[in-house]
Nanobody, 122 residues
């Protein structure tokens, strides 16, 4: 069983910063990719940023230049540094990991964190 545990959400004023962390635990072969999505009520969950195990990063246009994703493969952890936050960044942020499970078939399974509320006030 694989578990993703998030931390770091909260409330901040516009222009402020927050850092989200997500740790994957359990029995698996590897993780690729690992990243962050967000969702507001009435809308679909959207990609914020993700990162491959090889270091390739992918960002939503709305967060480019403000958010930075990083990961520590040895610790199975992904981070999202959010700077210059705007009210429209308010959402529940979810960590996602595409987990490569164990042999012999190594199936890939999506796992999600519990969600972290980020609220940005104007």
């Amino acid at each position: 069983q694989v578990q993703l545990v998030e931390s770091g959400g909260g409330s901040v004023q516009a222009g402020g910063s927050l850092r989200l962390s997500c740790i994957a635990s359990g029995s698996f072969f590897g993780i690729n990719p690992m990243g962050w999505y967000r969702q507001v009520p009435g809308k679909e969950r959207e990609l914020v940023a993700d990162m491959s195990s090889g270091g390739r990063r992918n960002y939503a246009d709305s967060v480019k230049g403000r958010f930075a994703i990083s990961r520590d493969n040895a610790k199975n952890t992904v981070y999202l540094q959010m700077n210059n936050l705007k009210p429209e960044d308010t959402a529940v942020y979810y960590c996602k990991a595409v987990v490569i499970t164990n042999p012999p078939k190594f199936p890939e399974i999506d796992y999600w964190g519990q969600g972290s509320q980020v609220t940005v006030s104007s």
